[in-house]
């Protein structure tokens, strides 16, 4: 052992033996001793993104650091994703934490010293990989958390699992399910009996602000595709054929228009918006097929089912109306995060000693995604979000994720590790086993 992890082993046995209060209070000595190696992994794990299912180097390293630790470590689950296992020194209830590993598609454009310039293959081709998205500075909080956790082992009432999963952007192509799914469908949940999860995502926001919702934060994501057919012919003779094209704008249309117009907005918040068309090799042809794809996102089951079935059937109106023909298809990428409310209540207090005055628990919705949203579909959870800005930067300006410019103000990774602890403490120590 380092000197470094036996200074942060000595801080969190001191707090376990201080009176029983004092166990919900993250260990600050233990958490401060962290803080480098947490900024060396988020840095080292941004210059080397990985794709989806394809997060080898990233999860061995962190296979390595929790077998270091002394915990119980479970690789290839969901693919690529990596599990471990703390047993306390008594036993009690269980509690997960998630973190996601993969990173995107994208050619990053931060400048940073330690920037990304890997590749990796994407629809077949070689494409930049990036942590566009922060998945890099959730793993290096969850290790830290990990290794802080580890060090007050003998006066945990419980089991901490922690999950570090692949593929959170979505199922790579060619694959029926995305990470979390595939875990699920594996039986982790089960297998490890989780009492209740909780994770969390940066976001542009406040340096160190915390916020949530109870029942429904984030959307559901759903993958429509429409496929056009008509029949070509020359752009100079139209009326010879059947021109998707015309049938195209008009189905773009539609959608914009079934959303405008046959939805409360006083409700709940839908987006369906058409984001790609692919028809047409020149200018002076105009083809038989075109292909659109885009995004339904919804809060309310039977409000999306009932926007589905009005959309599949407008469109095939639409392209009959034209001559043509529409195939229409949805695949769902996440599910709604709905975050338990018990849960909700019981959490704002427990966070207000991580980031004092910056909790916000009845934050409103948000029309972005995540998978985190199918382990709440089987045990309690809350998914929430942390800011993450530079200092002194109004969050509005701030590069959102996914853009090449989003970057992680590396002052919060420490909240974060905090958060993870004190949650995992709390839960433990306040939801006793029954």
């Not at 959170?168 to 875990?183: F, H, I, K, R, V």
Request: with cysteine; net charge negative.
């Amino acid at each position: 052992m380092t000197i470094r992890r036996l200074l942060i082993a000595a801080a969190a046995l001191a707090l376990v033996a201080s009176p029983t209060r004092a166990q919900e209070r993250a260990p600050d000595a233990a958490i401060a001793a962290v803080m480098p190696e947490v900024v060396a992994w988020r840095r080292d794990f941004h210059a080397n993104p990985e794709l989806g299912f394809a997060e080898h180097r990233t999860a061995a390293a962190v296979a390595a650091h929790l077998r270091e630790l002394g915990l119980e470590v479970h690789e290839g689950v969901g693919k690529t994703g990596v599990i471990g296992v703390l047993r306390g020194g008594r036993p009690g209830r269980t509690v997960a934490l998630r973190a996601d590993m993969d990173a995107l598609p994208v050619q990053e454009a931060t400048g940073l010293p330690f920037a990304s310039s890997a590749t990796g293959t994407y629809m077949g081709q070689t494409v930049p990989v990036a942590h566009a998205c922060g998945h890099d500075a959730h793993i290096a909080m969850l290790m830290g958390a990990a290794e802080v956790l580890a060090g007050m082992k003998s006066g945990i009432s419980g089991t901490i699992v922690f999950i570090f999963q692949a593929a959170e952007e979505g199922a790579p192509p060619g694959e029926p399910l995305g990470g979390a799914a595939l875990m699920v469908q594996e039986g982790v949940l089960e297998r490890f009996g989780v009492d209740a999860i909780f994770g969390l995502h940066v976001v542009p926001g406040a340096p160190g602000s915390i916020w949530w919702r109870p029942q429904g934060f984030m959307a559901a994501s759903d993958r429509v595709d429409v496929v056009l057919k008509g029949r070509q012919t020359h752009g100079a003779w139209p009326w010879k054929g059947v021109d998707v094209i015309s049938a195209a704008a008009s189905v773009i249309l539609t959608v914009n228009t079934l959303t405008a117009r046959t939805v409360d907005p006083t409700t709940t918040p839908t987006v369906f918006t058409i984001a790609t068309m692919d028809a047409g090799v020149r200018y002076n042809i105009i083809p038989d097929r075109a292909v659109l794809s885009g995004t339904l996102r919804t809060f309310d089951v039977a409000q999306r089912d009932a926007l589905v079935a009005r959309a599949e059937a407008a469109i095939g109106h639409v392209a009959e109306a034209h001559g043509a023909t529409a195939e229409f298809s949805v695949r769902q990428n996440a599910a709604l995060v709905y975050n338990d409310p018990d849960l909700s209540a019981w959490l704002a207090p427990v966070l207000e000693t991580v980031s004092p005055g910056a909790i916000n628990p009845a934050a409103p919705p948000t029309t972005v995604a995540e998978d985190f949203s199918y382990f709440q579909q089987k045990v309690p959870g809350v998914f929430f979000h942390l800011g993450a800005s530079k200092a002194g930067v109004d969050p509005t300006t701030s590069p959102p994720n996914h853009s090449p410019e989003f970057d992680v103000n590396e002052a919060v990774l420490e909240t974060g590790v905090r958060a993870h602890v004190t949650i995992a403490l709390n839960f433990l120590q306040e939801r006793p086993s029954s």
